[in-house]
């Protein structure tokens, strides 16, 4: 878990809907994503994606810390909207680009700038 080291505590997840349209969805997570907060942040997309937009852009760019159980729940989202045919996207931030890459994810998670 990333520390806030001001507060000493990690950085609270945020999930929050920044646009939508008939065809497209962009949702904003910002903050720390480890085991204690992975399972809000899979249900929370999950649910915002549940009426298959036709694109979906995740911005991740306030995201700080990111564990496993954080990615294993992009590879979920990335499967579930493949199978529902959303055409789907992470904007990650630097820390959460390096996690995909040194996983080796890369090929398998459309990035976007």
Same mark, same amino acid.
């Given at each position: 878990?990333?520390? *806030?080291?001001?507060?000493?505590?990690?950085?609270?997840?945020?999930?929050?809907?920044? %646009?939508?349209?008939?065809?497209?969805?962009?949702? &904003?997570?910002?903050? *720390?994503?480890?085991?204690? $907060?992975?399972?809000?942040?899979?249900? &929370?997309?999950? &649910?915002?994606? %549940?009426?298959?937009?036709?694109?979906?852009?995740?911005?991740?760019?306030?995201? !700080?810390?990111?564990? #496993? #159980? !954080?990615?294993?729940?992009?590879?979920?989202?990335?499967?579930?909207? %493949?199978?529902? @045919?959303?055409?789907? #996207?992470? %904007?990650?931030?630097?820390?959460? +680009? +390096?996690?995909?890459?040194? $996983? @080796?994810?890369?090929?398998?998670?459309?990035? #976007?700038?």
């Amino acid at each position: 878990m990333a520390i *806030d080291t001001e507060a000493g505590q990690a950085a609270p997840l945020v999930v929050v809907e920044t %646009a939508r349209s008939e065809e497209a969805i962009t949702v &904003e997570v910002a903050g *720390d994503i480890d085991i204690s $907060t992975s399972t809000r942040l899979r249900a &929370e997309l999950f &649910e915002l994606l %549940a009426d298959g937009p036709g694109a979906a852009v995740i911005d991740m760019t306030g995201v !700080g810390f990111c564990d #496993s #159980s !954080g990615l294993s729940v992009l590879v979920q989202l990335n499967r579930r909207c %493949a199978e529902a @045919g959303i055409d789907l #996207s992470f %904007a990650p931030s630097k820390v959460l +680009r +390096r996690a995909i890459e040194l $996983t @080796g994810l890369l090929p398998t998670l459309k990035m #976007s700038d």
